[in-house]
């Protein structure tokens, strides 16, 4: 299949310059907008510092240590807090599109690294990711250094692998709780592997597992705590997945382009190709139950239980396999000029899906809000935690709790009235007893949430029956209202 072409010059320079190319165009896109509600909760932990990340963490508990002690470095309250704060994970995915064409070289064979590298580097969910203020890309670095350090012990029993398959296993559990779903996946490549022949001592192994248990120790608590906390929400909160969406995680605005361009080149050019090169049984073992077990248990759960675990972002793991076994199906091309036209061809098309996607962000409304409300306008402003719905809203916004971590990020000084993330009969009347209690000294309100939040089903007709007219702006995946009354109070009232 002339494989090393890939990597021979000077195709190898143009594979590299397009690499390149698509991270300086593609991988930016997001840095400099403003933070998602998750990535507030990060710059609320390490906002104070390295010192009270840990306190920290028992309030907002099941954020990963590592990534929070890591963004302490990188926080600040100036004008690029957005792009400096996202460098980690701008650094987790390059690291893992190094690893991934280092494991796809030793799975497919040499020169098969760009052909997994590139359309890696073009996916809608590893540009989006890579550039919020999370630790999943990181997290995908240290699977990926499990996966291919466990495989290199398998193939040559060295200790070197063996202590790096230790060190970073244990790293796993501190990046995601629902990334351990990897360790499964290992028995199955394990058996598959001994099945074929391999031989390795299976007391190693029990070491190993023994340190990934002592090293996820100390989150035992934090783990404890965040199902009391968060537990309820996720069962009360949460849609089931449908079964159309077990397969959209997979990254299919890159398969599609592939899997088309390849029958061209059948039809077209059938002496391209000349018979299917299979890879070993352990690895086909390895990659498949890599790519499907984690999705489908976490489905099944979800769909059993209710719980909300089913997202993208605790399963972005496993559509790393997705690229080693496009880079397989594309070597069966035996034209090389061809092969990279396949995945040029790729990049060029990333712009249609990447155009659009990103989570609604808080700065943009926030300053709209700054804008046009002016400071004394009462805002009643809906919490983006979920956790919100079932603590105690009373004192909010508190700096001291994450429930209101945008305005830490993106202070406004308008006295805010807190709004849970569900809004409930007992929410609803604690927002209209507070409302009541401006009235007197206000004639403008503001409300802002996501734009399908509950709180827009009950609060605008609220205002409307009370005599207040009202306008609107969406924008960043936020709605804005704003409310005035015309009248005096005593003429509008409607109890």
């Not at 599109?97 to 280092?102: F, G, I, M, Q, R």
């Amino acid at each position: 299949m002339n494989a090393k072409s890939a990597n021979s010059s000077p195709l190898k320079r143009f594979y590299i310059a397009l690499t390149t190319a698509v991270i300086a165009a593609y991988w930016p896109l997001h840095l400099f907008r403003g933070f998602w509600t998750d990535e507030t909760g990060s710059y609320w932990i390490a906002h104070q510092g390295f010192r009270q990340v840990w306190r920290n963490l028992q309030i907002y508990p099941g954020q990963s240590a590592i990534h929070s002690y890591l963004t302490t470095q990188f926080v600040t309250d100036g004008p690029y807090k957005e792009p400096l704060l996202r460098l980690p994970s701008v650094a987790g995915g390059l690291l893992t599109a190094w690893l991934l064409y280092k494991l796809t070289e030793r799975i497919v064979g040499k020169g098969s690294g760009f052909l997994a590298l590139i359309p890696y580097c073009c996916a809608a969910v590893i540009v989006e990711w890579s550039s919020y203020a999370r630790p999943y890309t990181l997290g995908m670095a240290v699977v990926l250094v499990s996966f291919w350090s466990l495989r290199e012990w398998v193939h040559t029993r060295r200790n070197a692998p063996f202590f790096t398959y230790c060190l970073s296993s244990a790293l796993v559990v501190y990046f995601h709780y629902l990334f351990t779903m990897i360790f499964v996946v290992q028995l199955i490549y394990l058996a598959a592997a001994r099945r074929a022949g391999r031989k390795f001592p299976w007391t190693r192994l029990v070491v190993a597992a023994a340190v990934i248990v002592v090293a996820a120790l100390p989150l035992a608590a934090q783990f404890r705590h965040a199902i009391v906390v968060q537990r309820s929400s996720l069962l009360n909160t949460s849609v089931p997945p449908t079964f159309d969406l077990l397969f959209k995680i997979y990254p299919w605005e890159v398969l599609t382009v592939a899997a088309i361009g390849m029958c061209l080149f059948r039809v077209l050019y059938p002496r391209w190709f000349s018979g299917v090169r299979t890879l070993p049984s352990d690895d086909v073992a390895l990659l498949t139950a890599w790519m499907l077990l984690g999705p489908a248990v976490i489905f099944a759960v979800t769909r059993a239980t209710g719980l909300g675990l089913y997202s993208m972002r605790y399963l972005i793991y496993a559509l790393l396999p997705c690229f080693i076994l496009l880079a397989w199906a594309i070597q069966h091309v035996q034209n090389e000029g061809a092969r990279f036209a396949l995945v040029a061809a790729i990049a060029l098309n990333a712009p249609f899906h990447l155009w659009g996607i990103g989570l609604a962000e808080w700065r943009t409304p926030l300053a709209a809000i700054r804008q046009g409300a002016g400071e004394n306008t009462p805002i009643l402003l809906r919490s983006g935690f979920i956790e919100s719905t079932y603590l105690n809203m009373s004192a909010e916004p508190n700096p001291s709790t994450y429930l209101y971590a945008p305005l830490l990020a993106y202070p406004i000084r308008n006295p805010v009235i807190p709004v849970p993330f569900l809004v409930g009969t007992e929410a609803e009347r604690a927002i209209e007893t507070r409302i009541r209690e401006l009235e007197p000294s206000n004639r403008r309100f503001c409300l802002m949430g996501e734009t399908k939040s509950d709180a827009f089903d009950f609060l605008p007709a609220w205002f409307s029956a009370n005599g207040y007219v009202s306008s609107q702006r969406s924008m960043s995946g936020f709605t804005v209202f704003f409310f005035e009354r015309p009248t005096p109070l005593a003429n509008t009232r409607r109890d």
